[in-house]
Structures are given as C-alpha cells and as structure tokens.
C-alpha cells in the first residue's frame, strides 16, 4: 500500500465525520438525533466513492442530513475532508460493505437513497453484487420510509435497462426514466451535480442515464 494511502487511512480516522466498519454499531435508527443531533430528514449515498455527491446534496439542502458509505477509506478521505473544511455540518460517512447495510440502519430511519455510478457488475455471474439485484432492492425496502425515492445515476447501459426490468418485475413504482440525462426536461440543480469520473464520461459524449422509483 503506498504511503499516500496509509496517510489518508490514518488521517480519516481521526474525522468526527466518519464513522469506521469496526466502530460497531453505535447509531442504528438514531442517526438524524445521535450522531447529527438533529431531527432532519436522512438521505444516503451509496458506493459515494470520494464523495461528491454527498457534500454537494448536502450544501444544496442544509435541512437534510447525507451520509456517504464506501467501503473504501481513502476514498471516503476526500469527501469527508472537503466536508470539513468547506463546514458543511450535515454530512457524514460510513465505511462499511453496503451487504451489511441493515446492521447499521433501522426500519423507516432512510428518507431517499441515491446510488450514483456504481460498479455496473457486467458479468452474470456477478448480478447479486449489483446495487439494484433484487438482493439490495429487498435491503433498501426495509430501511427507507414509506414513499421514499431510490435514485440511479449511471453512465452503464445495460445496468440502467437491468434495473428497470427489475422495477417492472417487482412492480415497483417508477417515477422518473430517462437514458440521456442532459438532453431532457429532468436536469435541475440536483441531477447536474456531476462527479470526476461523470466529467470524463461527459467530455466523450457518453450519454448519463436516470431512474428514479419508489416501493410503493
């Protein structure tokens, strides 16, 4: 491991904003008050990476409280860090497998949920490890409110059509489905946050795709 990383290890355990996989499981159902010491609304992102996603939602609706899980820390470095110094308060991070995900989250405690160009998992062997496999879809059910959103952001394709044979398939609701982003009526303030590697994706032409659906 180079040093770079280990210093960005080191470092991230030391943020009041993260919260380490062997932390245990000290705020199950009671984020917003324990570890935010609020009553706001609680919103995740999942796969966060190094976070933008996060702390830019975050700075857009201060009356809402984010929080970014990666199973990476010295990706959860970054975002973590930039929240810090630019005070962004209502932002934290959670390094865990998101698998584990209802260890650390109690029933209805999840106001939305935004999964923002994961690992699209292209093999077929591979489908349970996709974030939007019937395996997560059940995870994410139980731990977000009734009406809640889940949000897809993705440059993947065939992830994006996955998913949305998924929805069909469970009879989820859909809300919103469109295969070229910035190129349609949804693009406000929200979706045209754009990450790193969504800049890239965008500089050769690549279309974005949305979906945004519901349990109910």
Not at 81 to 103: C, H
Request: glycine share 6%; proline share 4%; with cysteine.
């Amino acid at each position: 491991m180079g040093k770079d990383k280990l210093r960005r290890f080191a470092e991230v355990a030391t943020f009041s904003n993260v919260v380490q996989l062997d932390a245990g499981i000290p705020y199950r159902g009671k984020w917003a008050f324990d570890f935010f010491k609020n009553h706001q609304p609680l919103v995740l992102e999942l796969a966060c990476g190094k976070g933008e996603y996060t702390v830019n939602l975050a700075k857009l609706f201060p009356e809402k409280n984010f929080i970014g899980i990666d199973y990476k820390g010295n990706r959860i470095w970054r975002g973590a860090k930039d929240a810090i110094e630019q005070s962004v308060p209502n932002v934290g991070f959670l390094r865990i497998q998101i698998e584990t995900i209802l260890d650390y989250f109690g029933a209805g405690e999840i106001d939305e949920i935004w999964i923002t160009f994961p690992d699209p998992q292209p093999q077929l062997s591979r489908e349970k490890k996709r974030l939007t496999s019937p395996r997560f879809l059940e995870k994410y059910k139980q731990i977000l409110k009734p009406g809640g959103f889940v949000n897809l952001k993705t440059d993947n394709d065939d992830l994006h059509a996955y998913t949305a044979e998924k929805i069909a398939e469970l009879n989820l609701r859909l809300h919103i489905r469109t295969e070229d982003l910035y190129h349609s009526e949804f693009a406000d303030e929200v979706l045209s946050i754009k990450t790193y590697y969504e800049k890239k994706y965008l500089q050769h032409n690549k279309n974005i795709n949305y979906l945004k659906f519901s349990f109910e």
